[in-house]
């Protein structure tokens, strides 16, 4: 039976580019649903009723939602290029590592991101202390999988997108080379490779929605 | 330590640890409990956990693990010869995990604004939002049981142990707060799936009775009104 696969995601989302990157990677053929996030689809919201977002990846008319969960599925369905470590405590560390950028370092960035002054200069410390647990786990890598991308360079791909759109904005160093050699090395790496690269949203588009993401904190404060 | 030993620092007021030891229960592993106090965590604890500085921690071949659902992955991975956790498909998977991740995203928080909330006002407001959850989670159980006791099916499972590790204290705040949050009428089958999984074998010594649990929920609520210091 043929495969059906559909991804509906936005252009821009990092969580939807975790997608897009990991079924590049195990070369699987899908349909792409771009949705617009102030005026969702039908299927979306029929699909992820209990949160209404995207990404949703539709497999066999079957949905699965949040990307994590999903690059998980996406590994255990298509064995082919393995994603996560096969061993079990490699894998442990993974998963926790994801999780805690999500729940801990994306947060912390967009404070820093949103605010301005007093409170922004409060909010740069917390994310430093982040990103120094990460910088610490890629020592002796080239990446957080070993010698190839995998779940958990995935998992935080959105930085090597993002970090440097945020960094032009505010005009600040989030990510210093100099504290931070061998997490800003990660970045560049990534970025650099031919299947990540492809599928980069374009930047000044980038440049352009979070720059108006950020006008209502600016307004905030004003 | 001998490398086949296993430890978990846990506590048994929280439902997170419960996960882990119900865990290892239904695979039959024997461990070590190290009983932290969590209103005043010890040196082992922030070693272990350094990034959270919260339990459980399992400790397997001196590594620490910490994170309860990536704690139940990896115990169903190891030990993997003993009864399976998480279901085979990965489909069913997928949906397993989503609704566990969904109790720690919104089950949890709800439980602790009913335990806080100020005025009989706050507490309704908090019971309402917990209620819709609750009902989410009833469809849940109607998907993923197809028909029979457990989330996981005829065994206990993944999302069993996610959503059953905190039925303590759903009693606990039944009696604190006159809340009832797995109601008969409302949620009939998760009412009736709670008495299948308190009363099954690999349960029954985990999770603490209401009134040992009550004395340490009146501390913690306290601690949380406290101005921190």
């Given at each position: 039976m043929a495969e059906e696969l559909k991804l509906f995601r936005t252009w821009s989302s990092p969580y939807s580019l975790r997608v897009v990157h990991a079924l590049k990677i195990k070369g699987l053929e899908y349909e792409t649903i771009l949705e617009d996030l102030q005026n969702k689809s039908a299927a979306v919201l029929e699909y992820n009723?209990?949160?209404?977002?995207?990404?949703v990846l539709v497999h066999n008319g079957k949905p699965i939602c949040e990307s994590l969960l999903i690059l998980e599925y996406i590994d255990e369905t298509w064995k082919q290029r393995p994603l996560l470590p096969q061993d079990p405590y490699q894998k442990a560390m993974a998963r926790f590592w994801a999780k805690f950028g999500d729940d801990k370092v994306l947060p912390s960035i967009w404070t820093v991101f949103i605010s301005q002054g007093k409170e922004q200069e409060e909010a740069i410390a917390p994310a430093a202390g982040n990103l120094k647990f990460l910088e610490e786990q890629l020592?002796?890598?080239?990446f957080f999988g070993g010698e190839t991308i995998g779940y958990l360079d995935l998992a935080f791909g959105w930085m090597a997108n993002l970090i440097s759109i945020l960094e032009e904005i505010v005009d600040l160093k989030l990510v210093d080379p100099e504290i931070f050699p061998l997490l800003s090395t990660w970045m560049n790496t990534f970025s650099d490779d031919p299947v990540i690269k492809e599928c980069w949203p374009p930047r000044d588009k980038m440049v352009e929605k979070f720059k108006a993401m950020r006008e209502p904190y600016l307004q905030r404060t004003a | 330590m001998g490398l086949e030993e296993v430890k978990v620092i846990g506590s048994r007021v929280s439902p997170f640890a419960a996960r882990v030891m119900i865990a290892f229960n239904i695979k039959c592993v024997e461990y070590e409990l190290i009983e932290e106090n969590i209103l005043n965590k010890s040196d082992l604890l922030l070693k272990s956990n350094p990034v959270y500085q919260k339990i459980p921690v399992l400790i397997h071949r001196q590594l620490p693990i910490s994170e309860s659902l990536v704690i139940l992955h990896y115990i169903d991975e190891v030990w993997a010869?003993?009864?399976?956790?998480?279901?085979?498909d990965p489909y069913d998977r997928a949906v397993a995990r989503f609704w566990a991740a969904y109790i720690d995203d919104k089950f949890f928080a709800a439980q602790l604004a009913i335990l806080i909330a100020e005025g009989e006002e706050g507490k309704k407001g908090a019971a309402e939002e917990a209620a819709q959850i609750l009902v989410l989670l009833e469809d849940a159980f109607t998907e993923c049981s197809k028909g029979r006791k457990f989330f996981g099916g005829d065994r206990i499972g993944y999302l069993d142990i996610a959503l059953g590790s905190f039925l303590a204290w759903v009693r606990v705040i039944h009696k604190m707060c006159g809340v009832r949050l797995i109601d008969e009428c409302k949620n009939p089958k998760l009412f009736e799936w709670a008495q299948h999984f308190s009363a099954h074998v690999v349960v029954q010594d985990v999770l603490p009775e209401t009134d040992e649990l009550m004395d340490f929920a009146k501390l913690f609520v306290a601690k949380l009104h406290k101005p921190s210091g």
């Amino acid at each position: 039976m043929a495969e059906e696969l559909k991804l509906f995601r936005t252009w821009s989302s990092p969580y939807s580019l975790r997608v897009v990157h990991a079924l590049k990677i195990k070369g699987l053929e899908y349909e792409t649903i771009l949705e617009d996030l102030q005026n969702k689809s039908a299927a979306v919201l029929e699909y992820n009723p209990t949160y209404k977002k995207v990404p949703v990846l539709v497999h066999n008319g079957k949905p699965i939602c949040e990307s994590l969960l999903i690059l998980e599925y996406i590994d255990e369905t298509w064995k082919q290029r393995p994603l996560l470590p096969q061993d079990p405590y490699q894998k442990a560390m993974a998963r926790f590592w994801a999780k805690f950028g999500d729940d801990k370092v994306l947060p912390s960035i967009w404070t820093v991101f949103i605010s301005q002054g007093k409170e922004q200069e409060e909010a740069i410390a917390p994310a430093a202390g982040n990103l120094k647990f990460l910088e610490e786990q890629l020592k002796g890598k080239k990446f957080f999988g070993g010698e190839t991308i995998g779940y958990l360079d995935l998992a935080f791909g959105w930085m090597a997108n993002l970090i440097s759109i945020l960094e032009e904005i505010v005009d600040l160093k989030l990510v210093d080379p100099e504290i931070f050699p061998l997490l800003s090395t990660w970045m560049n790496t990534f970025s650099d490779d031919p299947v990540i690269k492809e599928c980069w949203p374009p930047r000044d588009k980038m440049v352009e929605k979070f720059k108006a993401m950020r006008e209502p904190y600016l307004q905030r404060t004003a | 330590m001998g490398l086949e030993e296993v430890k978990v620092i846990g506590s048994r007021v929280s439902p997170f640890a419960a996960r882990v030891m119900i865990a290892f229960n239904i695979k039959c592993v024997e461990y070590e409990l190290i009983e932290e106090n969590i209103l005043n965590k010890s040196d082992l604890l922030l070693k272990s956990n350094p990034v959270y500085q919260k339990i459980p921690v399992l400790i397997h071949r001196q590594l620490p693990i910490s994170e309860s659902l990536v704690i139940l992955h990896y115990i169903d991975e190891v030990w993997a010869s003993g009864p399976s956790i998480l279901p085979s498909d990965p489909y069913d998977r997928a949906v397993a995990r989503f609704w566990a991740a969904y109790i720690d995203d919104k089950f949890f928080a709800a439980q602790l604004a009913i335990l806080i909330a100020e005025g009989e006002e706050g507490k309704k407001g908090a019971a309402e939002e917990a209620a819709q959850i609750l009902v989410l989670l009833e469809d849940a159980f109607t998907e993923c049981s197809k028909g029979r006791k457990f989330f996981g099916g005829d065994r206990i499972g993944y999302l069993d142990i996610a959503l059953g590790s905190f039925l303590a204290w759903v009693r606990v705040i039944h009696k604190m707060c006159g809340v009832r949050l797995i109601d008969e009428c409302k949620n009939p089958k998760l009412f009736e799936w709670a008495q299948h999984f308190s009363a099954h074998v690999v349960v029954q010594d985990v999770l603490p009775e209401t009134d040992e649990l009550m004395d340490f929920a009146k501390l913690f609520v306290a601690k949380l009104h406290k101005p921190s210091g």
